[in-house]
């Protein structure tokens, strides 16, 4: 569950900043900044990408180059490139709101493109994708904690994504595909390191999911993102050495398959 907070309130705005700065303390290098164009919220608006939220932005980044200068700050909005762009903030600064963004409609061109083996579903992305100021960075990727999404693309790709990679109804939700990168490849190792040699080889910077560096499992008789969002196996142990509890007391299963 996720709080709704009022960011209207300055001290709902000073207890975030000093709930950064806390784990920054702690020796965190970063934040990814969940459904940021939401933050704030106004009546008669869908509340997305409204300018108190940048400003709020700018006062982050702020804070956060002033007294960590090292700290890189994530955003997450699942937008076009030409919407997103905006959560860099300035650029003639360089940008003075997030240091990355995640580039969302690269990713199922990534698989679009293998397995038609034609470049042009990246490279058109690509093409239309917007400069960005000098001092940021996209965030490029195979999977995350969600589904792998479907909202950017056509009807047509998404009927074929889900024929090729989703075959059992259990392993859509949403709009999209809730599989983790090994199991969505068919534990087929070549396959991965093909897809990982590719997104490698793409302009911005990759971005792993825990567990795919291990070629991790998922679990589809979990409900919705709960599939791929299963405890990180550590080790070939009880609760994958995640916890030394009673399997039944975790909140999800760890994955019991060999990594």
């Not at 934040?31 to 940048?54: I, K, M, S, W």
């Not at 047509?156 to 994504?161: G, I, L, T």
């Not at 590719?198 to 910077?205: D, M």
């Amino acid at each position: 569950h996720q709080p709704d907070l009022n960011y209207e309130n300055p001290a709902v705005q000073e207890e975030m900043i000093s709930a950064l700065k806390f784990w920054l303390d702690l020796g965190i290098d970063g934040f990814r900044l969940d459904a940021v164009p939401y933050l704030y919220q106004r009546e008669g608006t869908n509340c997305e990408n409204l300018p108190a939220t940048h400003q709020f932005l700018k006062r982050v980044r702020k804070e956060i180059d002033t007294q960590y200068p090292d700290t890189v700050l994530l955003a997450e909005a699942n937008q076009w490139p030409e919407d997103v762009v905006d959560y860099f903030g300035d650029f003639p600064s360089g940008g003075d709101e997030c240091h990355m963004a995640f580039h969302f409609p690269v990713m199922p061109r990534i698989f679009m493109a293998v397995r038609r083996e034609s470049r042009h579903p990246v490279s058109e992305i690509l093409a239309k994708t917007p400069a960005i100021p000098s001092g940021c960075q996209w965030g490029i990727f195979l999977r995350n904690h969600d589904e792998l999404t479907l909202e950017m693309v056509t009807d047509e790709e998404r009927d074929y994504m889900w024929a090729e990679y989703a075959k059992d109804p259990r392993m859509r939700a949403n709009i999209g595909i809730r599989r983790r990168l090994a199991p969505l490849l068919d534990n087929d190792r070549n396959q991965i390191e093909l897809f990982t040699a590719l997104l490698l080889s793409l302009p911005g910077s990759p971005i792993l999911y825990y567990g795919d560096e291990i070629g991790m499992g998922d679990n589809i008789w979990l409900g919705d993102r709960d599939a791929v969002r299963t405890p990180m196996q550590w080790t070939p142990d009880r609760n994958a050495g995640f916890s030394s509890s009673d399997p039944g007391r975790l909140f999800l299963p760890t994955i019991m398959d060999p990594v």
